[in-house]
C-alpha cells in the first residue's frame, strides 16, 4: 500500500503546465485560515470496517442567528409582486437583487436561517467579478488535474470554497435591508391566472403575486418541461474529513484525479470503473483536515452510490489516508443537459431546476449568481414603478431574460459536450481531459465558466480536434456522430 508521502509530483513554481513523473510532495502552503468546529480533533474513532464509511458525521445542522422580516398572516392584503419558492443560494440571490429596486418580495422556504447543506467550489474569478470574493472561506492558488500515474497537469487558475455561512448571510442582510418578507412553510400548490399567480403553503396560507418564482432545487415538479427529461446524473459521495494524513500539496487544490492504481487489488471496481469511470476531487485545508469527493462526472443511468463510495474506500485506503472522523458528509446528484424548462410559461425558475445547471460539469452556484441580476433586470422592466406589465408578456420577459436565443444555443452546445462525455470510457476520458487542459486557457476557463460565445465554442471544438492524440479524435469521429446531429437539430429548432 502506498504511504501519505510519495504519491504526488512537486509544486510547480510558474503557470499552467504539465510534469510526467513522480517524486514526494512538498507541504508547504501556509495554514488556512478556517477552522471549522472539530471536537474529536484529537480523539480517534475506528471504524468496524476499516473504512470511513461507518463513521458518523460529527456535524449537526445549524442555524443562522439572524432577524428576518417575517410574514405576518394577520397582514391583508397577502399581495406581493414577486414570491420566491426556496431560500437556496438561487432564491436568496434572486430575493436579494429584485427587493433592490423597490419591489415587494417573499420568499417562502420550510427553513429560512438552515445553512445550506453542500460543500461549493468556484473558481475565484467568478466570484472576483460578482463582487463576492468575500463569500470563499478558503482559496488555493492553483488547481491540479491528475491525468493517470504519468501525467498530472497544473492549472493556473485560484479555487475557492464557497462559505455557505458567509454567502447566506450577506444575501440575507441585503433582503433584509431591501424589505424581503420570509414566510416559514413548503409551498404545496401553485395557481395562475391571467395576471396574477397565487400559492398554497402547508400551513394552509394562501399569498398572491404577481409573478411566482421556482428557486426551489432540482427536485422542483413546479417548473415544465415540454421534452422528456433525459439527464445525465453526476453523482458523487463528499466528506469533509480529519485525517491521520494525506499526500496532498496545500496550496493546489485537486480538481479531478482520474487515477486508478488503487484498483490494483479490486478486479470488479477496476472493470466497472474503466467503463464508468469516477475521480477524486480534492480541498486540502490543513495536513489534518480535507474534503474528498468521489465523483462520477456524468453518467446514464445513474452510477450506484454504493459503487461510488467503495471506489472511494479503495482510493483512501490506496493513498494511505485514514479518516479519523468525519465531520460532514454529502451524497451529491445532480441532473444535467436534457431538456430546459418550457419558455414561456407562468411560472419563472432560477438556480438548479432552471436548466442553468452546466450540463458538463455540473457546476450552478456562481452561474446562478451572476445569472440572477439579469433575471431581476427582466422582473423590473416589468413590475417595477414606471411599468406595468404583467400576464404573458411578463412571463415571456423574464423567460428570455434569463434564455435569450444565444445562450439556449450555446446551453445545446454544452449538452452536447455532456453527450460526448458519456460515451468515452475511462482511457477516452483521460484523453479528452489531456487535450483540454492543453487548451488556451481563454477557452477551457470560459467552457467550465459558461462564458464562450456559440462562435468561440465553435474554435474549442476545431482547436481541441486538431490538438487532440489520434486515438482521441477516433474517439470524436466515431462516437460523436449522433450527438452531434442531436445538437444541430435542436440548434435549427432554437433558431427557426
Ligand atoms: C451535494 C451537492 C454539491 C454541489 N456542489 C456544487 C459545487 O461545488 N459547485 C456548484 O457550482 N454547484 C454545486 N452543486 C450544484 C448546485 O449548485 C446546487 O445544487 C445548488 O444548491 C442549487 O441551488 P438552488 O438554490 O437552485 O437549489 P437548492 O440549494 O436545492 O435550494 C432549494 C431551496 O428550496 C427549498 N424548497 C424546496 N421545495 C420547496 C417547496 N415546495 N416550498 C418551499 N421551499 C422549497 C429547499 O428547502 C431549499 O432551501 C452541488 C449540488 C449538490 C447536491
Redesign the pocket.
Known amino acids: 500500500m502506498a504511504t501519505c508521502l510519495g504519491l504526488f509530483p512537486p509544486s510547480p513554481a510558474g503557470k499552467t503546465f504539465q510534469l510526467n513523473h513522480k517524486s514526494p510532495p512538498l507541504f508547504s502552503s501556509p495554514k488556512p485560515h478556517i477552522t471549522p468546529s472539530r471536537k474529536s480533533r484529537y480523539g480517534i474513532q475506528s471504524s468496524k470496517f476499516g473504512s470511513f464509511l461507518d463513521l458518523k458525521p460529527e456535524s449537526k445542522p445549524e442555524f443562522l442567528d439572524f432577524d428576518l422580516s417575517w410574514f405576518d398572516p394577520a397582514d391583508r392584503p397577502r399581495c406581493f409582486d414577486v414570491i420566491i ?7 436568496l440571490r434572486l430575493a436579494e437583487q429584485v427587493s433592490g429596486y423597490g419591489i415587494k418580495v417573499c420568499c ?4 429560512p436561517l438552515s445553512m ?1 447543506p ?5 473558481w475565484v474569478d467568478e466570484f472576483e467579478s460578482l463582487g463576492l470574493v468575500d463569500c470563499l472561506d478558503k482559496t488555493w492558488p492553483m488547481t491540479c488535474v491528475h491525468i493517470d500515474d504519468d501525467t498530472t497537469k497544473y492549472l493556473d487558475r485560484p479555487y475557492g470554497r464557497v462559505g455557505r455561512k458567509e454567502l447566506k448571510t450577506k444575501l440575507l442582510e441585503n433582503c433584509a435591508s431591501n424589505g424581503v418578507r420570509f414566510h416559514k412553510a ?2 404545496l400548490n401553485l395557481e395562475h391566472k391571467e395576471f396574477e399567480s397565487s400559492i398554497v403553503c402547508d400551513d394552509g396560507i394562501e399569498l398572491k403575486a404577481s409573478l411566482v418564482v421556482d ?4 427536485a ?1 415538479t413546479f417548473t415544465e418541461y415540454d421534452k422528456p427529461r433525459n439527464h445525465g446524473y453526476q453523482i458523487a459521495h ?1 466528506i469533509l474529513a480529519e485525517v491521520d494524513c494525506h499526500p496532498f500539496d496545500l496550496d493546489k487544490m485537486v480538481l479531478m484525479d482520474w487515477r486508478d492504481s488503487h484498483m490494483g487489488n479490486e478486479p470488479y471496481l477496476r472493470a466497472n470503473n474503466s467503463k464508468i469511470p469516477t475521480f477524486l476531487y480534492a480541498m486540502p485545508f490543513d495536513s489534518n483536515l480535507v474534503f474528498l469527493e468521489e465523483t462520477s462526472l456524468v453518467s446514464r443511468p445513474l452510477l450506484s452510490y454504493m459503487e461510488v463510495k467503495n471506489r472511494m474506500v479503495a482510493r483512501l485506503r490506496h493513498l494511505g489516508i485514514r479518516v479519523k472522523t468525519v465531520i460532514e458528509n ?5 441532473p444535467m443537459g436534457g431538456p430546459r424548462p418550457k419558455i414561456p410559461q407562468s411560472v419563472m425558475a432560477i ?3 432552471s436548466g442553468v ?1 452546466h450540463p458538463s460539469t ?5 452561474r ?1 449568481m451572476a445569472l440572477a441580476p439579469i433575471v431581476a433586470d427582466a422582473i423590473v422592466e416589468c413590475l417595477g414603478s414606471t411599468r406595468m406589465i404583467r400576464g404573458r408578456p411578463l412571463h415571456h420577459r423574464v423567460w428570455n431574460g434569463l434564455w435569450p436565443l444565444e445562450r439556449r444555443c450555446t446551453r445545446e452546445f454544452y449538452s452536447f459536450g455532456m453527450e460526448t462525455l458519456l460515451k468515452l470510457d475511462l482511457n477516452g476520458t483521460r484523453r479528452f481531459f489531456d487535450a483540454f487542459f492543453d487548451l488556451d486557457p481563454y477557452y477551457w476557463q470560459g467552457f467550465l465558466s459558461s462564458r464562450l460565445s456559440l462562435r468561440e465554442l465553435l474554435f474549442l471544438s476545431l482547436s481541441l480536434f486538431s490538438n487532440a492524440s489520434n486515438p482521441s479524435r477516433f474517439d470524436i469521429v466515431t462516437k460523436c456522430p449522433v450527438p452531434l446531429v442531436k445538437m444541430m437539430g435542436n440548434l435549427a429548432l432554437e433558431t427557426i
Open positions: 419558492i426556496g431560500a437556496g443560494p438561487a432564491g417562502v422556504d420550510p427553513s445550506w453542500n460543500n461549493y467550489g468556484v413548503k409551498v428557486a426551489s432545487g432540482f422542483s463528499g454529502e451524497k451529491c446528484v445532480i438556480g438548479g431546476t445547471v455540473g457546476y450552478t452556484v456562481a446562478t
